[in-house]
């Protein structure tokens, strides 16, 4: 019984999820007991979780499905109209503070779109959380090979990245069947059977793989792992993102 992170003792009772709870991680995300210590999970729930899922491009798949976070607070997100909230009720957001010729340009029809930032401004914590969840998704299906030394240069990034040590992660989306979706709307129980994280072989190299309706995060399981050519990858349906410590 040692924590996959750090080594330590990890056979207390300690309920970790590897689809976080904040996007709608339930019972059936939960990692097999014993194989992550409190003081791991606590760490990444509290240091590396908050900062990924409140940033693109986590942050609008919360605050379009209304996800609270696991102590219950609604996602929220800075736009040009005002910080933009989810209120609870299917497919209505609200706008915080209220401003009457807000209300009023919208009733009217004036304002008919609210642009949301699609950049990454926390590329370093969305990386770590998807090695996190690579090493968790391979400690579920074999934890000793999720111990053994082939993962360490993932396992210390995710867990305490050197400073000037880097990876990187690609961004694929459908934008077009992205937008459809949110515009028809999505039920809980259609998202939790359309997200995955999963361990795929790509072109001989072991990438994490995580699914969230139309968008797809690739992260390297392997510091060596070289991203690939973007002349082939345009823009915007693919975004390489790099990342520094
Ligand atoms: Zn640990």
């Not at 976080?20 to 791991?40: H, I, Y």
């Not at 934890?143 to 396992?155: E, K, L, Q």
Request: net charge negative.
């Amino acid at each position: 019984m040692s924590c996959i992170f750090c080594g330590a003792d990890s056979s207390d009772e300690t309920v970790a999820h590897i689809f976080p709870q904040s996007l709608g991680g339930g019972d059936w995300a939960v990692l097999p007991a014993g194989l992550e210590c409190a003081k791991c999970n606590q760490y990444f729930g509290s240091k590396v979780e908050p900062l990924a899922l409140g940033s693109f491009p986590l942050l609008p798949f919360r605050l379009m499905m209304q996800i609270p976070t696991a102590k219950g607070k609604a996602p929220k997100q800075e736009t040009h109209l005002g910080t933009l909230r989810a209120t609870g009720m299917p497919g209505t957001l609200g706008i915080d503070p209220p401003d009457p010729r807000v209300e009023a340009a919208i009733t009217a029809g004036r304002i008919t779109q609210v642009r949301l930032l699609a950049e990454c401004t926390e590329p370093l914590a969305t990386a770590r959380l998807l090695l996190k969840m690579g090493i968790e998704v391979i400690a579920r299906d074999d934890p000793t090979i999720a111990r053994s030394g082939r993962y360490d240069d993932a396992r210390s990034f995710a867990r305490a990245p050197r400073n000037g040590g880097n990876w990187w992660f690609l961004i694929t989306t459908d934008h077009e069947r992205l937008f459809a979706t949110f515009r028809r709307g999505v039920s809980l129980a259609d998202w939790v059977n359309r997200v995955s994280v999963e361990i795929c072989e790509d072109a001989g190299a072991e990438m994490c793989v995580f699914r969230l309706l139309d968008m797809t995060l690739m992260c390297p399981m392997h510091a060596h792992i070289l991203p690939p050519d973007m002349t082939t990858l345009p823009e915007p349906n693919f975004r390489l993102v790099t990342v520094l410590a």
